[in-house]
């Protein structure tokens, strides 16, 4: 889910379990979704992205859910493993109305083996 | 191909010094951001380009400056650094508005 100031959301799950991170969106004209995953000490890295006109969209273990009305995004990680535990961030775009990218506060995912 | 670059990784600096960070990218993309990452935080956009010669203010433009002569490199501009600019520098490039392709980061500490 979403972050407020300092302390991010946390998701703990047990290794070989799936997760399931949430994200709410503010722009309801918003055409284009992406998560990105960060690591501790660098940069964020490109998981899995969706347009508006679907509502799911499957990579390798990973699946983006989008539910438009209610302004939601959900990434789902199958057989959750350690190498998955990071920081995970939703953005949104508007791919019409300028070229930026807004994101929301991150959710920290741990794995525990 | 290299990706995304950043020069330097970590930086500290006295209030009132001024400092450039350097970003390159090679994958010919049209597009280049500049963001922030406080603590425990999303990353905000400071200025971005979406071509040579041209920039434009995002979210959080106030202490900074741009500049993009060449289009594989962006360089993030603090003339008077205060301690509220301390962050974590994250540069992006991408080759239309959708996905952006990030840098590796500028640790930055202000005194």
């Known amino acids: 889910g979403e972050s407020v100031g300092l302390h991010l959301p946390t998701l703990s799950v047990q290794e070989g379990d799936n997760s399931i991170i949430n994200c709410a969106y503010s722009?309801?004209?918003?055409?284009?979704f992406i998560w990105y995953k960060q690591e501790s000490g660098k940069g964020p890295q490109f998981i899995i992205d969706?347009?508006?006109?679907?509502d799911k969209r499957q990579g390798q273990r990973v699946t983006v859910l989008l539910n438009k009305t209610v302004k939601h995004l959900s990434l789902q990680i199958a057989a959750t493993q350690p190498g998955d535990s990071a920081v995970y961030f939703c953005?949104?775009?508007?791919?019409?109305?300028?070229?930026?990218?807004?994101f929301g506060g991150g959710t920290r995912l741990m794995v525990k083996p | 191909n290299a990706g995304v670059t950043q020069t330097p990784k970590f930086r500290v600096l006295k209030t009132g010094q001024s400092m450039t960070l350097l970003c390159a990218q090679d994958?010919?993309?049209?597009?280049m951001y500049w963001y922030r990452q406080d603590p425990g935080m999303g990353l905000r956009l400071i200025h971005y380009?979406?071509?040579?010669?041209?920039?434009a203010k995002g979210e959080v433009p106030d202490g900074y400056n741009v500049s993009r002569l060449k289009k594989q490199n962006f360089l993030l501009g603090l003339e008077s650094a205060a301690p509220s600019q301390t962050s974590v520098y994250f540069c992006?490039?991408?080759?239309?508005?959708?996905?952006?392709?990030f840098g590796p980061g500028t640790r930055l500490t202000v005194l």
């Open positions: 994958m010919n993309h049209e597009y």
């Open positions: 380009s979406v071509g040579e010669g041209t920039t």
């Open positions: 969706i347009r508006s006109n679907m």
């Open positions: 992006a490039s991408s080759s239309n508005s959708e996905r952006q392709f």
């Open positions: 722009n309801s004209a918003s055409d284009y």
């Open positions: 953005a949104e775009n508007l791919i019409n109305a300028g070229n930026m990218l807004t």
